[in-house]
C-alpha cells in the first residue's frame, strides 16, 4: 500500500509504483501489467484515478 503524499495527485503515486515495480522486475517483459481493477482494489482508490490511460502513459513518457 502506499503512503499517500498530499502533494502528488494519486495516479502520480500509482505510476511511480508501479514504475518501481518494472524496475524491480516485479512485472516480467510481455506479461500485462495490472488491471484498472486491480489497482483500485490494491491502492483503495476509485476506479477515475486508476485510469490505466493516465496512468500507464506516465509511466511510459
Known amino acids: 500500500m502506499i503512503n499517500w ?3 502528488q495527485p494519486k495516479w502520480v503515486q500509482i505510476a ?3 514504475r ?3 524496475a524491480a522486475g ?3 517483459r510481455g506479461n500485462p501489467l495490472p488491471s484498472e481493477r486491480r489497482l483500485v482494489e490494491e491502492f483503495g482508490v476509485a476506479r477515475a484515478v486508476t485510469s490505466t490511460d493516465v496512468v500507464y502513459e ?3 513518457a
Open 5 to 7: 503524499r498530499l502533494d
Open 16 to 18: 511511480a509504483e508501479l
Open 20 to 22: 518501481a515495480r518494472i
Open 26 to 28: 516485479a512485472y516480467k
Open 58 to 60: 506516465s509511466i511510459f
